[in-house]
T-cell receptor, first 112, second 111 residues
Framework: DAGVIQSPRHEVTEMGQEVTLRCKPI?????LFWYRQTMMRGLELLIY????????DSGMPEDRFSAKMPNASFSTLKIQPSEPRDSAVYFC??????????FGDGTRLSIL | SQQGEEDPQALSIQEGENATMNCSYK?????LQWYRQNSGRGLVHLIL?????REKHSGRLRVTLDTSKKSSSLLITASRAADTASYFC???????????FGAGTRLAVHP
């Protein structure tokens, strides 16, 4: 079975540019989570969806961040405009209700 | 906070030794989950223990749960170099509550 698929795996861009991270959850999973991981702050939950509806976005750092889930098989996390402090590894995970989360291998984002 | 707090922050052992990691939390839980993260990879679920369970085994892994003390432990027996990773506990209250991961325990197993 295919796991959670994230793209791109690596992204290097200049400050001020728009960045779009993509995630394909495991088929049939009804929860999708976006996390950010840095050495300083560890693993932070940014936002999660249930049945394509955002449930809790309290972890989104500021208005420059937005996330969408137009259908059950696709989600995006967008940063516009990007800043150097956004550099991190961004993970997507999916799960069934009350079941463990399955993580993708992340997108390593570097903002110069 | 429903965040799990792992202890110790770092652990260094020799191959063949056992590794024990502890987790404390503050809220009531539906279950508690342990995850492993290898360098450069996403988290991988290891084991889930429900609130009405006290102990669970999976291969070389043994997890205990003490809901009265709000604590859990993960024991890896006969460790291998491939067990080198960060280990996270995640208490899950249930419902729409989310998992909040702590800082993890960094385990280094030396050949």
């Amino acid at each position: 079975d295919a796991g959670v698929i994230q793209s791109p795996r690596h992204e290097v861009t200049e400050m001020g540019q728009e960045v779009t991270l993509r995630c394909k959850p495991i088929s049939g999973h009804d929860y999708l989570f976006w996390y950010r991981q840095t050495m300083m702050r560890g693993l932070e939950l940014l936002i999660y969806f249930n049945n394509n509806v955002p449930i809790d976005d309290s972890g989104m750092p500021e208005d420059r961040f937005s996330a969408k889930m137009p259908n059950a098989s696709f989600s995006t996390l967008k940063i516009q405009p990007s800043e150097p402090r956004d550099s991190a590894v961004y993970f997507c995970a999916s799960s069934l209700d009350n079941q463990p989360q399955h993580f993708g291998d992340g997108t390593r984002l570097s903002i110069l | 906070s429903q965040q799990g707090e792992e202890d110790p922050q770092a652990l260094s052992i020799q191959e063949g030794e056992n590794a024990t990691m502890n987790c404390s939390y503050k809220t009531s839980i539906n279950n508690l989950q342990w995850y492993r993260q290898n360098s450069g990879r996403g988290l991988v679920h290891l084991i889930l223990i429900r609130s009405n369970e006290r102990e669970k085994h999976s291969g070389r892994l043994r997890v205990t749960l003490d809901t009265s003390k709000k604590s859990s432990s993960l024991l890896i027996t006969a460790s291998r170099a491939a067990d080198t990773a960060s280990y996270f506990c995640a208490p899950y209250p249930g419902g729409y509550n989310k998992l909040i991961f702590g800082a993890g325990t960094r385990l280094a197993v030396h050949p």
